[in-house]
Structure formats: C-alpha cells, structure tokens
T-cell receptor, first 116, second 115 residues
Framework: EPEVTQTPSHQVTQMGQEVILRCVPI?????FYWYRQILGQKVEFLVS????????KSEIFDDQFSVERPDGSNFTLKIRSTKLEDSAMYFC??????????????FGNGTRLTVT | AQTVTQSQPEMSVQEAETVTLSCTYD???????LFWYKQPPSRQMILVIR??????QNATENRFSVNFQKAAKSFSLKISDSQLGDAAMYFC????????????FGTGTRLKVLA
C-alpha cells in the first residue's frame, strides 16, 4: 500500500537556525498538509496546500513558516528561525480529494524536531 | 469554534475483551465527518474508521464499530475481541463538510491491551 514518507525522522537544530522538513506524499494525492504534535498535546493543524498554493493555514502558521512543492514529488515545510517552542513532532499528510469529499488523511511517520 | 474532547487519557483491556473509547465534540454545524485514527508506537497515524454525520447508520470496520449519537454529539469507538496489536494511541477527529481542510483532533486515548 502506498505511504507518505517523511525525512528525517529526527532533526536537532539550534534556536534561530532554519530547518526544512521533507515529505513525499502519495503519488496520486492532490492535497497536502502539515500537522504538529507537541509532546503530550493535541495534534494541531498547520497548513493545507493544493494546486501549488496554500489553501488554508492556522494561526500557528506565521511568517516563520513556509511550504513548497519544489518538484512533482516532494512537499516541504520550512521554519526560518526556529524557537524552542517549535519542538514537536511534525506530521505530513496527503489526501486524494479536498473539502468537498470525504477523503481521509494519510499520515507519514513524522519528523521529531528538537530545538536546543 | 469546534472542539473535540476525549476524556479518557488511558484505557486498559484484556486480550479478547471489548473496550469502548469515548469522544464528544462541539459544533454548530449539521454536516461534518468524524474519524478515529490509531497511532501505534511506530508513530504513523492510521485511519481506523469514519462516519458521515448525515448517515444514521453506525459505521463498522471488522472488529471496530462506532456509536454515533448526533444529538448528543458523541462518537465512541468500540473495539471487539481486542488484540495485542490494538495497543496504540487513539485519536478522535472532526472535519467540517464545507469550507475547511482542517481536521480537529482530540487529545487522544492510550489503549493498553493486557495479555
């Protein structure tokens, strides 16, 4: 069964550094998402992406965050200047269809980001 | 704003027994979808079961079934004949049927299966 893959599985970075988290969504999916889960807390929506643009973002997704689909397969999340509170598990997800259809999310294994 | 509440941080069940995980949600909408996701220790979240709010019939997937009570805004998950592989964190999630891509998750229930 096709899977969403994320790299790296664990990223350690120093506060203020830029970090890029990478994801390869399922190939026939058109909608892409980033969620994050701070340890012990809820899984939170960050952003959705369709047709090479952001379709929706949360209040968490401020100017420090950006997403990109640089080629036909990768989907990336960039944090420009990391803060301690950015430490979390970041999940990429994809879905075949969007809001008008009951299309479940398929998640990757996550990238654990640790900001020191 | 919509919210999802899972009031049981942790549950235990004996192997082969049945367990029910609770989920309540708050919304003013009438059209939405509800999901249960399972997150095993390997971390990848996997869809267990889903329910469309306009359907009165409760969804069933093999040993997993839901009790959807729309008026009470309750969406519990029943796992029958529990297996060791069912041990995981279970998340209840809500998504509006219109106007948003966002899923709203509960805080999760950790299920332990005892041999």
């Amino acid at each position: 069964e096709p899977e969403v893959t994320q790299t790296p599985s664990h990223q350690v970075t120093q506060m203020g550094q830029e970090v890029i988290l990478r994801c390869v969504p399922i190939s026939n999916h058109l909608y892409f998402y980033w969620y994050r889960q701070i340890l012990g807390q809820k899984v939170e929506f960050l952003v959705s992406f369709y047709n090479n643009e952001i379709s929706e973002k949360s209040e968490i997704f401020d100017d420090q965050f950006s997403v990109e689909r640089p080629d036909g397969s990768n989907f990336t999340l960039k944090i420009r200047s990391t803060k301690l509170e950015d430490s979390a598990m970041y999940f990429c997800a994809s879905s075949e269809r969007g809001i008008s259809y009951n299309s479940p999310l398929h998640f990757g294994n996550g990238t654990r980001l640790t900001v020191t | 704003a919509q919210t999802v509440t899972q009031s049981q941080p942790e549950m235990s069940v004996q192997e082969a027994e049945t367990v029910t995980l609770s989920c309540t949600y708050d919304t003013s909408e009438s059209d939405y979808y509800l999901f249960w996701y399972k997150q095993p220790p390997s971390r990848q979240m996997i869809l267990v079961i889903r329910q469309e709010a306009y359907k009165q019939q409760n969804a069933t997937e093999n040993r997993f079934s839901v009790n959807f009570q729309k008026a009470a805004k309750s969406f519990s998950l029943k796992i029958s004949d529990s297996q060791l592989g069912d041990a995981a964190m279970y998340f209840c999630a809500y998504r509006s049927a219109r106007g948003t891509y966002k899923y709203i998750f509960g805080t999760g229930t950790r299920l332990k299966v005892l041999a």
